[in-house]
């Protein structure tokens, strides 16, 4: 069963950045598209950026303009650049790959999950 790993977690100031990155144990084929989700204490999981298989991409409104989702076609791995980072951004942040696996039909791969801590 293919994983997804993530890297790149940890403790920030606030105003600081950190960069997380998600890549498969092994091949993932028909991706529809990849996100970043994150999920703080008491919260549902959230969708923080997502990038579809043209490229285009969106984002939550709380991190527009701070975060940047990109992907590194050759290697099938996504990043999620946060800068300026704020004390609310701490949570649990989750990558997501949704491969298309028929008609109307889809299937979701998950990683393990990596803490990011923005405090002072």
């Known amino acids: 069963q293919v994983q997804l790993v993530e890297y790149g977690g940890g403790l920030v100031q606030p105003g600081g950045s950190l960069r997380l990155s998600c890549a498969p144990s092994?091949?993932?084929?028909?991706?529809?598209?990849m996100a970043w989700f994150r999920q703080a204490p008491g919260i549902q999981r959230e969708l923080v950026a997502r990038i579809f298989i043209d490229g285009s991409t969106n984002y939550a409104d709380s991190v527009k303009g701070r975060f940047t989702i990109s992907r590194d076609n050759a290697k099938n791995t996504i990043y999620l650049q946060m800068n300026s980072l704020k004390p609310e951004d701490t949570a649990v942040y989750y990558c997501n790959y949704r491969q298309i696996t028929g008609v109307w039909k889809e299937y979701d791969y998950w990683g393990q999950g990596t803490q990011v801590n923005v405090s002072s």
């Open positions: 092994g091949d993932i084929f028909n991706i529809k598209h």
